[in-house]
Every structure is written in C-alpha cells, then in structure tokens.
C-alpha cells in the first residue's frame, strides 16, 4: 500500500539550479496536486491536474511548472531556484469526478527543499 | 476570497480530557471539508470528510461537525492519549473547483 511516493525527500540546491520533484500514486486518482507548507502560512496550492493531460495553476504558481506525464506521474519542476521556494513540498492525490467530488485527499510524506 | 482560520494554534491538555478543535471559513459556499492529522516530519492523514448537505461525520473516537451556515467546523476529540499528540488541520473546498484551502492548523499535545 504505497500510496502517495515523493522522491527525493530532501534536498538542498543553490539559488539558480534547477531540479524537478516527483509524485506518483497507485490508487488510480484522477486529480493531483501540488503543495507547498511555510511556517505560519499553512499548505498553500502550486498547481494542480484535474485529470491526465490537463493542469491548472493555484494559489502561487510562480516560479514553478508543472507536468502530468501519466495518471499516476504528476512532477514539479523548479527551473531557476529560488531562497524563497525554500519550504516543504507535498504532493497528494484523489479519486471522484472532478470539482463534484467529495473523495479524500491522501499526501505524501514530502519533500523538504532548501535553496542556499 | 475564502480563508480558513484555526484557532487557538496549540493546545496542552492532559490525557484523557475530551477536547473540541476549531475550524472557521469565510465563505459558506463549500462542497466539503476535511479534517487532517499531520505528525513531525510527515505528511497529512485524512480524518474526516464532511459533505456540505452532512452535519457531522464520526470515526472512532473522533466526531466532526459542519455548520456551513455560520462558516465553522469543529473536531470532538473524545478521552484523548498521548498518540492523539499531532498538528490538525482543516481545508475547505470551494463548491465548483478542485481546490482546497487549508487553515494553518492546531497543534495538540496530550500529556501522560
């Protein structure tokens, strides 16, 4: 029962590296997202992926991109790294039918993410 | 634009004491709410999930409840242990979206 996998689970990078951040689930969800945690601000929404092929942004998108390579990939890619994007990132996914479906959200474990 | 609020952000209580966590949002037109359990270093967990036309939902030892009308949640915690000792959270979602917004969570310590 995996569930949700992040990879890696830390990192450090310096500022103007890139990297790119991996999820997958084996629950057969069509809806992934992104997220990432700050001190005091709670979980905040990057991107996210209603179903295969398709993405949309959320709440702070920038300096992020994002590709659905598969219904069980969903990965993150930071192009030029940034102090700022130093946080914790996690991933996380649900079943149902899209903005009408009362399904869980299930996370992963996260990846924790500092830019130098 | 929605925002969910916490309150109070930690909480010490001792173990076995039945304790209520809270859960405001702005905008009462919601399509559910989740309650999460996030231990150190983890991920989250999902509790409880309420659909908007529910009033409360239970597992085990935990009842939450919805009242969309006034914009709260709150999350029953009954004859509490140390293991209950997490950060709990509560998100939102917007009715026709696929987003949730997330309050910034309670932290409760329960002491042996």
């Known amino acids: 029962n995996a569930g949700v996998t992040q990879t890696p689970k830390f990192q450090v990078l310096k500022t103007g590296q890139s990297m790119t951040l991996q999820c997958a689930q084996d629950?057969?969800?069509?809806?992934m997202y992104w997220y990432r945690q700050d001190p005091g601000m709670g979980l905040r929404l990057i991107y996210y992926?209603?179903?295969?092929?398709?993405?949309d942004k959320g709440e702070v998108p920038n300096g992020y991109n994002v590709s659905r390579l598969n219904k069980r990939e969903f990965s993150l890619r930071l192009e030029s790294a940034a102090p700022s994007q130093t946080s914790v990132y996690f991933c996380?996914?649900?079943?149902?039918?899209?903005?009408?479906?009362?399904?869980?959200?299930?996370f992963g474990d996260g990846t924790r993410l500092s830019i130098l | 634009k929605q925002e969910v609020t916490q309150i109070p952000a930690a909480l010490s209580v001792p173990e076995g004491e039945n304790l209520v966590l809270n859960c405001s949002f702005t905008?009462?037109?919601?399509?559910?709410l989740q309650w999460f359990r996030q231990d150190p270093g983890k991920g989250l967990t999902s509790l409880l999930l309420?659909?908007?036309?529910?009033r409360e939902q239970t597992s085990g030892r935990l009842n939450a409840s919805l009242d969309k009308s006034s914009g709260r949640s709150t999350l029953y915690i009954a004859a509490s242990q140390p293991g209950d000792s997490a950060t709990y959270l509560c998100?939102?979602?917007?009715?026709?979206?696929?987003?949730?917004?997330f309050g910034t969570g309670t932290r409760l310590k329960v002491l042996a």
């Open positions: 309420i659909q908007s036309s529910q």
């Open positions: 629950m057969n969800h069509n809806s």
């Open positions: 996380a996914s649900s079943g149902g039918g899209g903005p009408i479906s009362n399904q869980p959200q299930h």
């Open positions: 992926s209603a179903s295969e092929g398709t993405t």
């Open positions: 998100a939102v979602k917007a009715s026709g979206t696929y987003k949730y917004i």
């Open positions: 905008d009462s037109a919601i399509y559910n």
